[in-house]
């Protein structure tokens, strides 16, 4: 009988891991040998970043060029598998002035939740005298983090009041220098536990980083000069902002445009992108409206400028950066040296694929960009060997039909 209760997988070899696999789906030794094909990324490591690995996944490594960001010049990594988004940043960034960017610094916020404490309004004035105390507590469980310049450094208080009683929320406020930040606060928020629930006299529970990183964020700007992009142009890409910006569907994929791009460069350097989702969502909401994370404007001149801000807990250290060999050669290739660096890149990438998208959508629509690469993957879909994908997607192109059903008929009538 088909059972997913295989005990102990994890310590099974890879050879059994793939017997199990092989019955459960019924592969075949073709498929089973396309899950033994490795890249970069070998079993082994594979092996020692998740649990329970059967082989890896791979996705296109593109590269985004010409772009321009604080008066540096940039070859930018991008891993994802969606068609048109790497030729898009290209020439947003082409058409672009360059970007200017700025990250804050980076503090990420560990929050702990605090139940059962008698006075609760009370007991949140006593963390916060308790400052110094907490923040030298959580700072000796990371030295390393320390000598970097980073740690805790402010504990917030507040109260909750909720459908299960009142409830002590406490903010761990943590420099987190070049790391993402998460195993690093978590830790510090689980060190310092014990003494708030001292001071409480409540029961901590909640002991996790937010990725709502409010206090750590990224702004990036450009200007597209009237001349490049044409009056006409900018004024229907002002149209299409005052749309994302009024309506919330419109909102939503504005906002997933906007992370085709950061998304790529996140999973390039091996950081974690829903991570980075996550706190650009919630940050997109964060006055109670869900909006764009970028705005649109006029210059004195007339150039259109772009501008876009957005959380990015993304790091050098720690995670997967160091240990997947892409990502250590994907971030050699920035040739960035610090978190902030690399967030200024990511917000900057953001800007021009929304930036791309805008123009795209406002003038001859995204279809016509898309199709090329559409219609070859149409053309695979529908089994086109190598040497028949490049004629079997122009045909549909030329032909405006561009399906799977009559992809078929060509390769049929070719054969
Ligand atoms: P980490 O703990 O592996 O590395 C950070 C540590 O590296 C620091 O604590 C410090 O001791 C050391 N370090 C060395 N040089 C440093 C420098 N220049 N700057 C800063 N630190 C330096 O990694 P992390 O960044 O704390 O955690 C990231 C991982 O946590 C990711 O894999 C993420 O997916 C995962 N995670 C995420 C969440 C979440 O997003 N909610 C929750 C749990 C875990």
Same mark, same amino acid.
């Given at each position: 009988?088909?059972?997913?209760?295989?005990?102990?997988?994890?310590? =099974? +070899?890879?050879?059994?891991?793939?017997?199990?696999? *092989? #019955?459960?789906? $019924?592969?075949?030794?073709?498929?089973? /040998?396309? &899950?033994?094909?490795?890249?970069?990324?070998?079993?082994?490591?594979?092996?020692?970043?998740?649990?329970?690995?059967?082989?890896?996944?791979?996705?296109?490594?593109?590269?985004?060029?010409?772009?321009?960001?604080?008066?540096?010049?940039?070859?930018?990594?991008?891993?994802?598998?969606?068609?048109?988004?790497?030729?898009?940043?290209?020439?947003?960034?082409?058409?672009?002035?360059?970007?200017?960017?700025?990250?804050?610094?980076?503090?990420?916020?560990?929050?702990?939740?605090?139940?059962?404490?008698?006075?609760?309004? =009370? +007991?949140?004035?006593?963390?916060?005298?308790?400052? *110094? #105390?907490?923040? $030298?507590?959580?700072?000796?469980?990371? /030295?390393? &983090?320390?000598?970097?310049?980073?740690?805790?450094?402010?504990?917030?208080?507040?109260?909750?009041?909720?459908?299960?009683?009142?409830?002590?929320?406490?903010?761990?406020?943590?420099?987190?220098?070049?790391?993402?930040?998460?195993?690093?606060?978590?830790?510090?928020?689980?060190?310092?536990?014990?003494?708030?629930?001292?001071?409480?006299?409540?029961?901590?529970?909640?002991?996790?980083?937010?990725?709502?990183?409010?206090?750590?964020?990224?702004?990036?700007?450009?200007?597209?000069?009237?001349?490049?992009?044409?009056?006409?142009?900018?004024?229907?890409?002002?149209?299409?902002?005052?749309?994302?910006?009024?309506?919330?569907?419109?909102?939503?994929?504005?906002?997933?445009?906007?992370?085709?791009?950061?998304?790529?460069?996140?999973?390039?350097?091996?950081?974690?992108?829903?991570?980075?989702?996550?706190?650009?969502?919630?940050?997109?909401?964060?006055?109670?409206?869900?909006?764009?994370?970028?705005?649109?404007?006029?210059?004195?001149?007339?150039?259109?400028?772009?501008?876009?801000?957005?959380?990015?807990?993304?790091?050098?250290?720690?995670?997967?950066?160091?240990?997947?060999?892409?990502?250590?050669?994907?971030?050699?290739?920035?040739?960035?040296?610090?978190?902030?660096?690399?967030?200024?890149?990511?917000?900057?990438?953001?800007?021009?694929?929304?930036?791309?998208?805008?123009?795209?959508?406002?003038?001859?629509?995204?279809?016509?960009?898309?199709?090329?690469?559409?219609?070859?993957?149409?053309?695979?879909?529908?089994?086109?060997?190598?040497?028949?994908?490049?004629?079997?997607?122009?045909?549909?192109?030329?032909?405006?039909?561009?399906?799977?059903?009559?992809?078929?008929?060509?390769?049929?009538?070719?054969?």
């Amino acid at each position: 009988m088909r059972t997913s209760h295989v005990s102990k997988f994890y310590k =099974k +070899t890879l050879q059994e891991r793939l017997a199990i696999l *092989k #019955e459960f789906a $019924e592969l075949n030794d073709e498929e089973i /040998s396309q &899950l033994e094909k490795y890249g970069a990324l070998d079993f082994e490591m594979a092996d020692r970043m998740i649990e329970n690995v059967v082989g890896t996944f791979q996705l296109p490594l593109g590269l985004a060029t010409n772009f321009k960001i604080n008066r540096k010049e940039f070859l930018i990594p991008f891993a994802l598998e969606e068609p048109s988004v790497v030729a898009a940043a290209s020439n947003a960034a082409k058409l672009s002035e360059g970007f200017e960017a700025k990250a804050s610094e980076p503090i990420m916020i560990g929050q702990i939740q605090i139940v059962g404490s008698q006075n609760p309004e =009370k +007991t949140a004035e006593a963390i916060k005298e308790k400052e *110094k #105390e907490l923040t $030298e507590k959580a700072n000796s469980v990371d /030295s390393v &983090l320390v000598k970097f310049g980073g740690g805790a450094k402010k504990v917030e208080a507040s109260v909750m009041e909720t459908s299960r009683g009142k409830m002590i929320k406490v903010h761990l406020l943590v420099d987190v220098r070049d790391a993402m930040g998460a195993n690093a606060v978590n830790t510090m928020c689980e060190r310092i536990s014990p003494e708030l629930e001292k001071i409480t006299g409540g029961e901590v529970r909640l002991r996790i980083i937010t990725n709502l990183a409010v206090y750590r964020t990224v702004k990036a700007t450009s200007v597209w000069k009237k001349e490049t992009l044409g009056e006409n142009a900018i004024e229907k890409i002002l149209d299409a902002y005052e749309f994302a910006a009024n309506d919330v569907y419109r909102a939503c994929t504005h906002n997933k445009g906007i992370m085709n791009g950061i998304d790529a460069v996140v999973v390039a350097t091996g950081n974690d992108f829903r991570a980075v989702e996550a706190g650009a969502h919630a940050f997109a909401s964060i006055t109670g409206k869900y909006l764009p994370l970028t705005k649109y404007y006029k210059n004195d001149s007339g150039d259109l400028v772009g501008e876009i801000e957005l959380p990015l807990a993304i790091g050098l250290v720690g995670g997967a950066t160091r240990t997947h060999p892409l990502a250590k050669i994907n971030i050699k290739l920035l040739g960035v040296k610090t978190a902030n660096e690399l967030s200024e890149i990511i917000a900057s990438v953001g800007l021009a694929q929304n930036f791309a998208a805008l123009r795209a959508l406002a003038t001859e629509g995204i279809q016509k960009g898309h199709m090329k690469l559409h219609a070859k993957n149409i053309a695979i879909q529908a089994g086109a060997k190598e040497n028949q994908i490049d004629s079997v997607a122009d045909q549909m192109s030329k032909e405006g039909n561009i399906s799977v059903t009559r992809a078929k008929e060509i390769i049929e009538g070719s054969k």
